[in-house]
T-cell receptor, first 113, second 110 residues
Framework: KAGVTQTPRYLIKTRGQQVTLSCSPISGHRSVSWYQQTPGQGLQFLFE???????NKGNFPGRFSGRQFSNSRSEMNVSTLELGDSALYLC????????????FGPGTRLTVL | GIQVEQSPPDLILQEGANSTLRCNFS?????LQWFHQNPWGQLINLFY???GTKQNGRLSATTVATERYSLLYISSSQTTDSGVYFC????????????FGKGTTLSVSS
């Protein structure tokens, strides 16, 4: 069974631009969540989707948004990029909300110049 | 919100040594997972263990939910065990939203 896939793996953007990251969960998994990892703040929860509905949202500004499609694939978007948005963005999938093992993708490393 | 504290922050071992990593959390949880992050950033799920004890090869974990802590044991450590170990917890209202500790950085030398 293929793992969680994320594209692109690396991305360089400039301040003010916007970016879209994509995540394909493990086949059969319906819950997708996103995390941001930075050296200063560690791993922080962004949001979670289940059956195309946002179920939970972390403490991030409205510039961070996401969505989930009917095939469970998910995208997250960051608008008006700031230098502080440089981070490793990790997507995770699980069978359902609060359902056991959570498996992470390899991440997208975003650099904002 | 729930606070997660991991100790020690750093651990240096010789190959073959055993170690115990600790995770304390400040409130009741219904979701606790241990992860290993390799040097390339990939987070590998080691255990889903909201309570009880599990073993997987040289690794084992125990969570005592009533006392709000979990332990990860690594026996006969190998250089490939190096990396950062994270404990992450979720409360009953959290869905799959996990709160991560700051991690324990393990360095195993040959």
């Amino acid at each position: 069974k293929a793992g969680v896939t994320q594209t692109p793996r690396y991305l360089i953007k400039t301040r003010g631009q916007q970016v879209t990251l994509s995540c394909s969960p493990i086949s059969g998994h319906r819950s997708v969540s996103w995390y941001q990892q930075t050296p200063g703040q560690g791993l922080q929860f962004l949001f979670e989707y289940f059956s195309e509905t946002q179920r939970n949202k972390g403490n991030f500004p409205g510039r961070f948004s996401g969505r989930q499609f009917s095939n469970s694939r998910s995208e997250m978007n960051v608008s008006t990029l700031e230098l502080g948005d440089s981070a490793l963005y990790l997507c995770a999938s699980s069978l359902g909300v609060d359902r056991g093992v959570i498996l992470f993708g390899p991440g997208t490393r975003l650099t904002v110049l | 919100g729930i606070q997660v504290e991991q100790s020690p922050p750093d651990l240096i071992l010789q190959e073959g040594a055993n170690s115990t990593l600790r995770c304390n959390f400040s409130d009741s949880v219904n979701n606790l997972q241990w992860f290993h992050q390799n040097p390339w950033g990939q987070l590998i799920n080691l255990f889903y263990i909201p309570s009880g004890t599990k073993q997987n090869g040289r690794l084992s974990a125990t969570t005592v939910a009533t006392e709000r802590y979990s332990l990860l044991y690594i026996s006969s450590s190998q250089t490939t065990d190096s990396g950062v170990y994270f404990c992450a917890v979720g409360g009953s209202q959290a869905g799959t939203a996990l709160i991560f500790g700051k991690g324990t950085t393990l360095s195993v030398s040959s």
